[in-house]
């Protein structure tokens, strides 16, 4: 018996020829679109592996002589999942065919097609279907064919094909062809007259074209994008992709700016049994900015054998202002340095072995070097896996590193910190007293003169003891059953005073305090300074869980740093720190709903009775549709001459009006000088098949030479995408802006 290929009036749709989407889509994405229900099989026989029987089954049937047979109503060819009805059938057994007539339906896994006559060869895997009409429930996809013409096991010409996404009686996209051939030897697909309509207006026609119908990768043009800005002007951009090699591809992508002239944007990715990487770069004769400005981007990971892996990273930049006119958001444009680095890593079951010569282009060449960050050349680092030694836990941190920088101080730096620890742990609570030794010599030079060299050596004593409780009780809250908790802390470090005064500072800064430092060693970021300790910190979190699943409904924390002694180790010179405490530390987390979640952290100055910070969220997120946040944050500095607060507001929303129309937007602005840094304003519409977004997009940029606020402009662009679902987008890619830009987005595979 003929055994049908589902996978070959699956390709009916086309979507190979356009990239579509591989696999399953989304349940999300057809949510405004009518169920098309999968086919349900009624295979009667009980084998249902690869050697089963085909069942066929009919009314009645008549023997014209000994070759010919014709079946009579209710025609049923049946396999586990596959099965054909059909009101007439003939079967010659001397051409080993079956001609099939009036309500044919075939139905899949996932496929149904409709017919009204099809010619199935029994031998040699050939067909041909006229006038079909096909369903994929699971994309959400129909069709027509006039001819479907099976010519071999590899090989399949479709005649005047349809294809689209909308419900049955709308077509406001669909895509047509005027032949179609799939050969599954090549791997290939040829189509003629391919168009795509959208609302009844032809908008895309390709007179040919050649795709691939597996995964493999092919050469050819992809989606255009679009955008605006007031600078830029209109911008078109085209997108080559050339497949080089299975494990080689270039994407050649000419941006066209009215105002700025032609950009290129190339990337070219490969793949290797050493590892992978990309290299970008971007290139124009700025009409605006008056020169021609450059971007060049390279990194390579890669896995190497014997536990090794290797990370090569190089970035160049043409000017100080290259991301202002190019980036797309505020942490892109505010970039100061751009990182280089080649990186080999060891690991196995000892420790990690770790070695880099890293740099750093400073975009802005009129930054003095005194502000520029160390070049590390080289760096090595060995960390160890914890050694037990029964009860005793032995690890070991080492450092030798080399920094350069010119008109500046340089020097390599050697440090070795082994430690000792005996943590006791139970389910009740645990205690883990751990002693550190922290061993550092420094070989300086003075700029400009290699011979006056000096060098200096610091050992530090480290010990600390953690401990914490984990305590319980079940409680009845509002007719619900939840689990309460109480989970005081205490940590007790001790670190010796050691002059550092005279110790330089390579790639050693402050931590903002948080509440991760209140259980530190070090107050530091770096080893150039081991800050002097005698303290302890006493912390106390709570929740309330709901017993049922966990839920946690409530959670609160308050903390806080004792210190028995002044603290005299800063980063410039001598200062004593004399404050007997640190700021209190208290957070807080409530769930009133699932979808909803309110957060607040404050940390109290009690020498001066004052707030330095303080932040609150306010988050609702119920799906990926509904989303709203609304961040508040304050900084204090009361301590300082200045005085100065900054307030903060970021809040953003996406939220649909109705079932077809959302909002999109964010707002970062800064309350003192009433300076909106960033925002973002954009409406969607969705209905079954389409979607079609529209975003005005602005980002603050500093003025070259300001003096005085707000310190620059606001600089804006307008992006907008069509997406034709199951098919390909059209524009800018507003899911990765979104993504970046709300709190909690994600886009839909």
């Known amino acids: 018996m003929y055994k049908f290929h589902k996978n070959t009036l699956l390709t009916l749709a086309l979507s190979a020829a356009i990239n579509a989407a591989q696999g399953e889509e989304s349940p999300v994405l057809w949510g ?3 169920a098309w229900p999968l086919p349900e099989f009624s295979y009667p026989g009980e084998n249902r592996g690869e050697q089963s029987a085909t069942f066929l089954g009919a009314d009645s049937s008549e023997g014209r002589d000994n070759e010919v047979i014709d079946l009579l109503g209710n025609i049923r060819v049946q396999r586990p ?32 097609t409709q017919a009204d006559y099809a010619l199935i060869a029994l031998e040699g895997g050939k067909g041909r279907f006229e006038n079909s009409q096909y369903v994929i429930p699971t994309r959400h996809a129909r069709g027509s064919s006039r001819v479907i013409d099976i010519q071999s096991s590899d090989l399949t010409v479709f005649r005047q094909a349809s294809y689209t996404t909308c419900d049955p009686g709308n ?43 597996t995964n493999e990768r092919m050469t050819g043009l992809l989606a255009p994008t679009y955008g605006t800005s007031k600078l830029g002007g209109t911008e078109l951009a085209l997108p080559i992709y050339i497949n080089l090699h299975p494990q080689l591809d270039l994407t050649i992508t000419p941006h066209n700016y009215t105002n700025r002239g032609l950009k290129w944007d190339n990337e070219l990715r490969y793949l290797s049994h050493y590892g992978s990487g990309k290299i970008h770069t971007e290139q124009i004769d700025d009409g605006v900015y008056g020169q021609e400005r450059r971007l060049f981007e390279y990194n390579h990971t890669g896995q190497l054998t014997g536990g090794w892996s290797s990370d090569l990273l190089y970035n160049r930049v043409s000017d100080r202002y290259y991301f202002n006119d190019f ?17 080999l890593t060891h690991t196995d079951r000892y420790g990690r072995f770790f070695i880099q010569a890293q740099g750093f282009q400073t975009i802005d060449d009129s930054t003095p070097y ?64 751990k002693l550190s030794l922290s061993l550092s010599r420094y070989a300086l030079e003075e700029a400009y003169n290699t011979l006056d060299t000096r060098t200096l050596h610091r050992v530090v004593p480290i010990t600390s003891i953690d401990s914490g409780l984990y305590l319980e009780r ?40 948080s509440s991760a430092q209140l259980f530190r060693t070090n107050r530091f970021a770096g080893i150039d300074r081991i800050g002097d300790a005698n303290q302890i910190t006493v912390a106390l979190t709570s929740r309330l869980l709901q017993q049922q699943d966990g839920w946690e409904l409530v959670r609160g924390s308050i903390g806080q740093i ?109 309350l003192d000088d009433n300076r909106t840094l960033e925002k973002l304003a954009g ?20 003025s070259a030479g300001a003096t005085s606020a707000p310190y620059g402009t606001l600089r804006y662009g307008w992006y907008l995408q069509l997406e034709l679902k199951g098919l390909t987008s059209l524009g800018d890619s507003i899911d990765k802006l979104m993504q970046d830009k709300i709190l909690g987005y994600k886009a839909i595979p």
């Open 32 to 34: 405004q679109c009518h």
């Open 81 to 112: 999942d596959q099965q054909l009805f059909a009101d007439k059938a003939t079967y010659n057994r001397a051409l080993k065919t079956l001609e099939v007539h009036g309500n044919i339906r075939y139905e899949a896994v996932d496929f149904t």
């Open 171 to 213: 077509e406001d996209w669909i895509l047509r062809a005027s032949s179609v051939e799939l050969n599954r030897g090549s791997g290939m697909g040829s189509a003629w007259n391919a168009r795509i309509a959208f609302q009844g207006v032809p908008f895309i026609y390709i007179p040919y074209i050649r795709f691939p119908i």
């Open 327 to 343: 980036g797309n958001s505020l942490s892109v444009s505010s970039l100061t340095h751009l990182e280089r680095h080649a990186q």
């Open 370 to 433: 005194s502000e520029r960050p160390y070049r590390r050349l080289p760096q090595l680092t060995y960390t160890s896996v914890p050694y037990e030694m029964g009860a005793l836990r032995l690890n070991l941190n080492s450092e030798l590193v080399r920094f350069q920088q010119h008109e500046r101080l340089t020097g390599s730096r050697a440090n070795i910190t082994p430690s000792l620890s005996l943590p006791y742990q139970r389910p009740a609570g645990f205690i883990t007293p």
């Open 474 to 513: 079940e409680t009845t809250l509002f007719g619900g059953n939840y689990l309460q908790t109480l989970e005081p802390r205490a940590f007790y470090l001790y670190v010796p005073y050691r002059d550092q005064s005279d110790y330089p500072l390579f790639d050693s800064g402050s931590y903002d305090f």
């Open 562 to 670: 004792q210190y028995f002694k002044d603290r005299q180790v800063t980063l410039t010179g001598n200062q004593i720190d004399s404050r007997n405490h640190s700021e209190t530390i208290i957070d807080a987390e409530f769930h009133p709903t699932r979808p909803l979640s309110i957060r607040g952290d404050l940390f109290l100055n009690s020498d001066n009775n004052s707030v330095t910070r303080r932040d609150l969220r306010l988050q609702y997120m119920n799906d990926k549709r509904h989303i709203l946040s609304i961040n508040y944050r304050q900084r204090s500095t009361p301590d300082t001459v200045a005085n100065t607060t900054t307030r903060e507001i970021d809040s953003s929303i996406l939220w649909p009006l109705t079932s077809q129309w959302s909002i999109i937007g964010r707002r970062y602005h800064s």
């Open 683 to 702: 409406v969607e519409y969705s209905d079954c098949c389409w979607a079609f977004r529209a975003v005005r997009h602005a980002t603050f940029v500093e």
